[in-house]
């Protein structure tokens, strides 16, 4: 379970959202509402105050003082702009997660399997399509054992076959 009472002002914006969830929950509204905002305040890369606690963890409880750091959150966040390492290899980025992630088994061929990214393993990500560069975002961040996968229109320049 996701709860999270979170308040972020930034610039123009003073976003102030409370929620509980279980399951999918999908955030939608129109431009500018703070939704990719909402996302990087629960993802811990945008300070914020309030309080989220993932199933029975803080990782943010500002009246306390308590801001768990975004490595230790355990949260993917899979943004439309795929955010891999410019100086790894596509095997590199995914083995990267896994071993900063939570030090659970991942299956990796199920992943690269479903993902279809095993032609890719061996290539630069400068090197990578933007549909391709998508792909391996998404392996890269479940790769980590994610408990929370949080998706920013990550497949806005996904391929269609």
Same mark, same amino acid.
């Given at each position: ?10 610039? &123009? ?83 990267? &997660? ?28 400068? &090197? ?34």
């Amino acid at each position: 379970m996701l709860r999270a009472e979170v308040r972020v002002s930034l610039g &123009a914006l003073d976003l102030d959202v409370a929620f509980e969830t279980r399951s999918t929950t999908a955030v939608v509204g129109p431009n500018g509402a703070g939704k990719t905002t909402l996302l990087r305040a629960l993802v811990g890369a945008l300070p914020a105050s309030g309080s989220i606690v993932l199933d029975d963890r803080t990782l943010l409880d500002s009246a306390r003082g308590t801001s768990v750091p975004i490595e230790r959150r355990r949260i993917a966040f899979a943004t439309q702009r795929p955010l891999l390492f410019p100086h790894l290899d596509v095997r590199g980025n995914v083995e990267f &997660a896994r071993r900063h992630g939570a030090g659970r088994t991942t299956d990796l061929d199920l992943l690269v399997e479903t993902f279809e990214v095993g032609s890719l393993l061996g290539r630069r990500v400068g &090197a990578l399509w933007a549909g391709e560069a998508q792909r391996v975002a998404l392996v890269r961040a479940l790769a980590s054992s994610p408990r929370v996968v949080l998706l920013d229109e990550p497949f806005a320049a996904a391929d269609v076959d």
